[in-house]
C-alpha cells in the first residue's frame, strides 16, 4: 500500500532551519505532484508547498515564501522542505501529501505528519 513517511521534525529556535523530508513508496512517486502541508494547534491543516512531478514547478503559500524550499529526488522517491528562518507561527504538525493533480489542493495520500515546534 501508498506509504509516506515524514521525518526532520524537532524543537528549534526562531531564526533556526530544518529540513523534513517525505519517503513514499507504493506508488510511482515521479508520476505524482507532492506537496507540504501543516496544521497548528487549534487551526485547520493548510497548504504549504508543492512541487510538480519534475520539479519544473513549484507553489507557495505567501506566509512561506522566500523562506522554505521545496523539492523532490525522484530516484529516491523523496521529497523535502528546507525551511529557513523560522518563526514561532510555524509550529505546527507538517504533513505531505501525494496527488495526481499538481496544485494546492485534491491530494490523494497523507502521510502521518512530523511535529515542528519554533520556540522565540
Known amino acids: 500500500q501508498v506509504q509516506l513517511v515524514e521525518s526532520g521534525g524537532g524543537l528549534v529556535q526562531a531564526g533556526d532551519s530544518l529540513r523534513l523530508s517525505c519517503a513514499a513508496s507504493g506508488l510511482p512517486f515521479s508520476n505524482y505532484a507532492m506537496g507540504w502541508f501543516r496544521r497548528a494547534p487549534g487551526k485547520e491543516r493548510v497548504f504549504v508547498a508543492a512541487?510538480?512531478?519534475?520539479?519544473?514547478?513549484?507553489i507557495y503559500a505567501d506566509s512561506v515564501k522566500g523562506r522554505f524550499t521545496i523539492s523532490r529526488d525522484n530516484a529516491k522517491n523523496t521529497v523535502y522542505l528546507q525551511m529557513n528562518s523560522l518563526k514561532p507561527e510555524d509550529t505546527a504538525v507538517y504533513y505531505c501529501?501525494?496527488?495526481?493533480?499538481?496544485?494546492?489542493?485534491?491530494?490523494?495520500?497523507w502521510g502521518q505528519g512530523t511535529q515542528v515546534t519554533v520556540s522565540s
Open positions: 512541487i510538480n512531478w519534475n520539479a519544473g514547478s513549484t
Open positions: 501529501a501525494a496527488g495526481q493533480r499538481y496544485g494546492l489542493s485534491q491530494y490523494n495520500y
